[in-house]
């Protein structure tokens, strides 16, 4: 198997996708044929389906903050975490999961693109209550309100329709930049992911046009990979632990 050096000149983003998780154990969409309860996961997962019907909504998530605490980070997390230890401010994990594993793993160089399971919101946009912690596994028929405006509260995440934070998308791009202007090696490395659909697919595109490296690390081949310079197949749980190469 080929081998990612982390030296001292190295700066690298990394992209972690739903098959990170689901090694853990975490179903994904996909592992649900897309469907909760025989209805569309958009149904519970849009601005749209909460409008709807918040309680629907909220047993969704309660069930999923409920599975999500009962499963560990794996190997795969535990790599990462070496690898910013390592590197430092030279290492910056932005991932599509919200199952809040990486954290729990002890990743702290970390961008949520799509939120967290267990942070919760105001769904009241002119409300200034910021989002805040939340491991509640509501009973079901709750749907908790708004100390400060009454508003119904809702998942801090990112859903279908919604636009991702330009803050996290200018985090991740700023990155990359600081890495050409101080002459260092850029590396992008995406693992879990097919690649195939936005933001993987910007990202590798930025990566190539500034020079750098580009690596995937998926179960499943795809016509994406020709888009990445290295592609190792293989599960990221036991691909990661031996990619990395410390100096």
Known sequence: METLLLD???WLLVLTGAGVSAESGVP???????????QPVESVAS????????????????Q????????????GHTALVEWE??????FLLATQNVDGLHRRAGSQRIVEMHGNLFTTRCSNVDCKRAPFPDTTVYPDGTVPGCKDCGSLLRPHIVWFGEYLDPVDLETI???AQRAVKAGGRLVFLAAGTSGVVYPASGMVDQARA?????????????????????FIQGKSGEVLPKLGRLV
Do not use: I
């Not at 601005?47 to 309680?55: Q, R, Y």
């Open 64 to 75: 999923r903050r409920a599975g999500a605490a009962e499963v560990s980070p794996n190997p």
């Open 8 to 10: 001292s000149k190295t």
């Open 173 to 175: 791009q700023g990155f």
């Open 47 to 62: 601005p749209e389906g909460f409008a709807k019907d918040p309680l629907r909504v909220w047993r969704f998530y309660s």
């Open 85 to 90: 230890r390592h590197l430092g401010d030279r």
């Open 28 to 38: 994904t969409f996909r592992g649900l044929n897309g469907l909760w309860e025989g």
């Open 210 to 230: 500034m020079g750098g490296e580009t690596w995937l690390v998926n179960l499943e081949t795809t016509e994406s990979a020709l888009r990445f310079k290295h």
